[in-house]
């Protein structure tokens, strides 16, 4: 199985702050990442997917970079909708996800 | 728009089978470009990926080995749906499961576009 680190665990920032969360795999899965926002109660929203591909109808502070084994989620001006749980997911071989980050206000 | 609308009950008792169902609008169970999930999210666990239904000229199904042995996955044309059966469930199955939807040519891959609402369930005698 693919493994999904996620750092840091809690991250927590002020409105208006840029934010880089970061997603290791534990083997190369070329651009087969996605990223998601979840809130408390809520099922996982797709924020980007083949690594940097923004999905639609999501802000364009969101974006994602990486490739091979490491990828970062960055969110250029933190917004007050923007505190809630990140999760990185592989889609290489089956499906795996991170532990999360959870951003919290500062 | 496609909306995936979960059923199914709440509680379990240990050894019992959990039937779910997601019921599919604004999109087919049957479609050629899709591929039908089930994930289920607690807190010991995380986010886990159990299994998938898609149809490529013929029903496909793939299990997550976790889970392999007590999974069945099925889909309803006629109702536009797609079901999950967990068998022998234990206190170690309490989730809040997930039903969404995979799009990507290769049905093996793709991100999770669209979910259901999710499900709590609970086990215990």
């Known amino acids: 199985d693919i493994q999904m680190t996620q750092s840091p665990s809690t991250l927590s920032a002020f409105v208006g702050d840029r934010v880089t969360i970061t997603c290791r795999a534990s083997?190369?899965?070329?651009?087969?990442l996605a990223w998601y926002q979840q809130r408390p109660g809520k099922a996982p929203k797709l924020l980007i997917y083949k690594a940097s591909s923004l999905e639609s109808g999501v802000p364009s502070r969101f974006s994602g970079s990486g490739s091979g084994t490491e990828f970062t989620l960055t969110i250029s001006s933190l917004q007050p909708d923007d505190f809630a749980t990140y999760y990185c997911?592989?889609?290489?071989?089956?499906?795996?996800f991170g532990q999360g980050t959870k951003v919290e206000i500062k | 728009q496609v909306q995936l609308q979960q059923s199914g009950p709440g509680l379990m008792k240990p050894s019992q089978t959990l039937s779910l169902t997601c019921a599919i609008s604004?999109?087919?169970?049957?479609?050629?470009?899709?591929?039908w999930n089930w994930i289920r999210q607690s807190p010991s666990r995380g986010l886990e990926w159990l299994g998938r239904?898609?149809?490529?000229?013929?029903?496909?199904?793939g299990y997550a080995e976790s889970v392999k042995s007590r999974i069945y996955i099925n889909s309803d044309t006629s109702k536009n749906q797609f079901s999950l059966q967990l068998t022998s469930m234990t206190p170690e199955d309490m989730a809040v499961y997930y039903c969404a939807r995979s799009q990507h040519v290769d049905p093996s891959k793709g991100a999770f576009d669209v979910w259901g609402q999710g499900t709590m369930v609970a086990v215990s005698s």
């Open positions: 604004g999109d087919s169970v049957s479609s050629n470009s899709a591929a």
């Open positions: 083997q190369s899965i070329s651009t087969s």
């Open positions: 997911q592989q889609y290489n071989s089956y499906w795996t």
């Open positions: 239904t898609y149809y490529r000229s013929k029903w496909y199904y």
